[in-house]
């Protein structure tokens, strides 16, 4: 068969634009918005033949695709890669890569630990650390809000919460990385991740085995899952190792950008300030506008079509999130960040029964950072440049230098 990046050459199906771009190329992946604007000009589907692969830019049939788990699976992957034929670069998350009925039983044992009930238990501690770290920035006024703010935070609060007793920032943040650029082709950002596979994997591996949690976190509470036999004890493993994959860079990304989201819109940060009850609403919006994910694969398992457009079983469909978060058929003006839009529908979190598990969790992050800066910061304020930095799947900044000018 002919193969490349793990998966089958197919041709498109008549009526399918072919467009010869590689949207992995590094200026694409530092500013994707025109890339965006012109994957859903030109249809509902393109093939992009550099990597033989069909795209999704428009938001209908994104979702289309998305809640379709039975045409469109995740067990093939989520990336370039088809599980079906080539040995994954790690074993494959068993929530993650996974189809129901599997999918069914992890996802509920996942769901259980991250309900509303467990997290409304760490909120105390969220506000503590987001009022220590707000406070000494205030203080040093200028600083490096990637590092400083939206690493620092996370890092302080979610391998805690989980019930580490040994966290290691660099390697969570760097093992988040390498999950999301192993979803794209074998080209520089993934080979520069994986380059430190060695280190990391093994340190992750270690890190998620039961006698390494403690009894009260979230962790804990998957290994009881296997107590009871709902999985076992290797799964249950696989599972904290989710929570390590997806909950880091995720929320490092989103707090980034939710922070250069209001210095680039001092008027919103105004309207956050005057109704603080906002933040919630405000950080739905950085994710329509910022789509910390901004794509994830999905693999045609039978031949099917979508828009009346023929798709081969075997295709692997790049599905923009951020472009549908930023389609103009579904969001009015959507280039226009505004705190207050409350973007129901927005596919930052995926949609269908893979939609984001622990999005409590990142909206208790989010809502906890937004509101200590409303009650401590009068103004934010670029101190330098803004840096993004290219990763196959997900949408970050590298370095956001920043003031907080106090109230
Ligand atoms: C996982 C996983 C990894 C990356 C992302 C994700 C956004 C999940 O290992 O389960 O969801």
Not at 54 to 74: K, P, Q
Not at 385 to 402: G, Q, T
């Given at each position: 068969?002919?193969?490349?990046?793990?998966?089958?050459?197919?041709?498109?199906?008549?009526?399918?634009?072919?467009?010869?771009?590689?949207?992995?190329?590094?200026?694409?992946?530092?500013?994707?918005?025109?890339?965006?604007?012109?994957?859903?000009?030109?249809?509902?589907?393109?093939?992009?033949?550099?990597?033989?692969?069909?795209?999704?830019?428009?938001?209908?049939?994104?979702?289309?695709?998305?809640?379709?788990?039975?045409?469109?699976?995740?067990?093939?992957?989520?990336?370039?890669?088809?599980?079906?034929?080539?040995?994954?670069?790690?074993?494959?998350?068993?929530?993650?890569?996974?189809?129901?009925?599997?999918?069914?039983?992890?996802?509920?044992?996942?769901?259980?630990?991250?309900?509303?009930?467990?997290?409304?238990?760490?909120?105390?501690?969220?506000?503590?650390?987001?009022?220590?770290?707000?406070?000494?920035?205030?203080?040093?006024?200028?600083?490096?809000?990637?590092?400083?703010?939206?690493?620092?935070?996370?890092?302080?609060?979610?391998?805690?919460?989980?019930?580490?007793?040994?966290?290691?920032?660099?390697?969570?943040?760097?093992?988040?990385?390498?999950?999301?650029?192993?979803?794209?082709?074998?080209?520089?950002?993934?080979?520069?991740?994986?380059?430190?596979?060695?280190?990391?994997?093994?340190?992750?591996?270690?890190?998620?085995?039961?006698?390494?949690?403690?009894?009260?976190?979230?962790?804990?509470?998957?290994?009881?899952?296997?107590?009871?036999?709902?999985?076992?004890?290797?799964?249950?493993?696989?599972?904290?190792?989710?929570?390590?994959?997806?909950?880091?860079?995720?929320?490092?990304?989103?707090?980034?950008?939710?922070?250069?989201?209001?210095?680039?819109?001092?008027?919103?940060?105004?309207?956050?300030?005057?109704?603080?009850?906002?933040?919630?609403?405000?950080?739905?919006?950085?994710?329509?506008?910022?789509?910390?994910?901004?794509?994830?694969?999905?693999?045609?398992?039978?031949?099917?079509?979508?828009?009346?457009?023929?798709?081969?079983?075997?295709?692997?469909?790049?599905?923009?999130?951020?472009?549908?978060?930023?389609?103009?058929?579904?969001?009015?003006?959507?280039?226009?960040?505004?705190?207050?839009?409350?973007?129901v529908g927005h596919m930052a979190f995926g949609a269908g029964v893979h939609g984001c598990v622990g999005q409590n969790l990142a909206r208790l992050e989010l809502e906890t950072v937004l509101t200590v800066?409303?009650?401590?910061?009068?103004?934010?304020?670029?101190?330098?440049?803004?840096?993004?930095?290219?990763?196959?799947?997900?949408?970050?900044?590298?370095?956001?230098?920043?003031?907080?000018?106090?109230?």
């Open positions: 068969m002919n193969m490349i990046e793990g998966h089958t050459v197919f041709e498109p199906a008549a009526g399918i634009p072919v467009w010869d771009i590689d949207p992995y190329a590094e200026d694409i992946l530092l500013d994707p918005a025109p890339y965006y604007a012109e994957l859903r000009a030109r249809g509902p589907l393109v093939y992009i033949p550099k990597w033989s692969v069909l795209a999704s830019g428009r938001y209908e049939e994104t979702r289309e695709i998305f809640s379709d788990h039975a045409r469109f699976v995740s067990s093939r992957g989520v990336g370039l890669n088809d599980f079906k034929y080539g040995k994954p670069w790690r074993p494959p998350s068993i929530i993650l890569e996974v189809d129901p009925p599997d999918h069914t039983k992890t996802r509920k044992v996942m769901a259980r630990a991250l309900s509303p009930k467990a997290i409304a238990g760490l909120k105390e501690d969220f506000r503590t650390v987001a009022e220590t770290i707000i406070d000494q920035l205030i203080e040093r006024g200028t600083f490096e809000a990637v590092a400083d703010l939206a690493e620092a935070f996370p890092v302080a609060v979610f391998p805690k919460a989980v019930g580490m007793v040994d966290s290691d920032r660099r390697r969570l943040v760097d093992y988040g990385a390498m999950v999301f650029n192993a979803l794209g082709p074998d080209n520089k950002f993934r080979r520069a991740a994986m380059d430190q596979a060695a280190d990391i994997v093994p340190w992750i591996t270690a890190a998620c085995a039961r006698g390494r949690l403690t009894t009260d976190g979230l962790g804990a509470l998957i290994y009881a899952a296997a107590d009871d036999g709902e999985v076992t004890a290797e799964e249950a493993a696989m599972l904290v190792r989710s929570f390590l994959s997806a909950g880091v860079d995720t929320t490092v990304t989103g707090i980034g950008s939710a922070l250069w989201c209001l210095a680039s819109n001092p008027g919103e940060y105004e309207r956050l300030k005057a109704d603080p009850a906002l933040a919630r609403a405000c950080f739905e919006e950085v994710l329509r506008f910022t789509s910390p994910v901004h794509t994830f694969a999905r693999t045609a398992n039978q031949d099917t079509e979508i828009a009346g457009l023929g798709i081969a079983e075997g295709s692997k469909i790049l599905c923009a999130l951020a472009s549908a978060n930023l389609d103009p058929h579904k969001w009015g003006d959507p280039q226009v960040f505004r705190i207050d839009r409350k973007p800066l409303t009650e401590k910061v009068d103004r934010i304020e670029f101190a330098g440049e803004a840096v993004w930095r290219p990763n196959n799947a997900i949408h970050a900044l590298d370095r956001l230098p920043l003031r907080f000018v106090r109230k």
